[in-house]
């Protein structure tokens, strides 16, 4: 396996690690956001046998003891599962989520006491402004949120919109929801419920200009239309549930 780097918008790289023995023949790619500034952030942190892999990509970026920041959608093994082991190696680096995962996992596993963020708040990373943004239980965990980095409009949208398979960095076409239904038929990952449309269509007020996928392709384009066909889809998904 190896990790790949991508710049999809000034100062947000993109590093992906595509894993052909997940959900084969197509495999599964996980991916990590790393967004420049004064203090940067990175968002995932991939799972803990991942470090080495992912360390050694934002070293080709940037020495790894000046991250700062570091963040996740939710508590998961891809996506929090190697915390302590940027904490280890980042000495000023501080986990920053929401005030449920603070609450209910992140003051526990966290080898250094985590930033709580209201819904709403925003880190300046200087250069960057990262908007925290609840999303309880969208697509999955109470604790779940996205970041939304407000000087180039982009959303950092965690496990919406996953699919399987590797795919280019960044795509500026094509359809972001049609493979997203089919792995969510595959894995049942979205916790389904009358909120999940609805919050899903306040990520699309926010008009990013770039989605940036955890597990797929990094999207430009109408990222709102996107947004709101996708919860389009659960609508349906919800009413197919309820018969």
């Keep these: 396996m190896e990790t790949k780097i991508a710049e999809i918008a000034p100062g947000i790289y993109r590093l992906s690690t595509h894993v052909p023995q997940i959900a084969p023949p197509a495999g599964f790619t ?19 046998a991942m470090f080495p892999l992912v360390s050694a990509a934002v070293a080709r970026i940037m020495p790894v003891d000046r991250l700062r920041w570091i963040s996740f959608g939710h508590v998961e093994s891809d996506e929090s599962g190697a915390m302590n082991s940027w904490l280890a190696n980042a000495p000023h680096a ?38 925290w943004i609840d999303t309880p239980h969208v697509p999955h965990g109470w604790e779940a949120g996205v970041m939304f980095e407000e000087t180039t409009g982009t959303l950092l949208c965690g496990d919406l919109f996953t699919q399987t398979g590797d795919s280019p960095a960044l795509v500026a076409s094509g359809d972001l929801v049609g493979p997203a239904g089919a792995a969510e038929d595959m894995f049942r990952a979205t ?6 449309a609805p919050t899903i269509r306040k990520l699309a007020a926010l008009a990013p200009r770039k989605l940036a996928l955890m597990h797929g392709p990094s999207y430009e384009g109408d990222a709102a239309a996107a947004l709101t066909a996708l919860a389009a889809g659960y609508d349906r998904r919800v009413r197919a549930a309820m018969g």
Aim: hydrophobic share 45%.
């Design 191 to 196: 916790s389904l419920g009358p909120a999940t």
């Design 30 to 48: 996980f991916c990590q956001f790393l967004v420049a500034g004064e203090e940067p952030l990175l968002f995932h942190c991939g799972a803990r």
């Design 94 to 131: 501080q986990v920053a989520h929401s005030m449920t995962g603070c609450m209910v996992s992140l003051n526990d596993l966290a080898d250094r006491a985590p930033r709580a963020l209201a819904d709403g708040e925003v880190l300046d990373l200087g250069g960057k402004r990262m908007r």
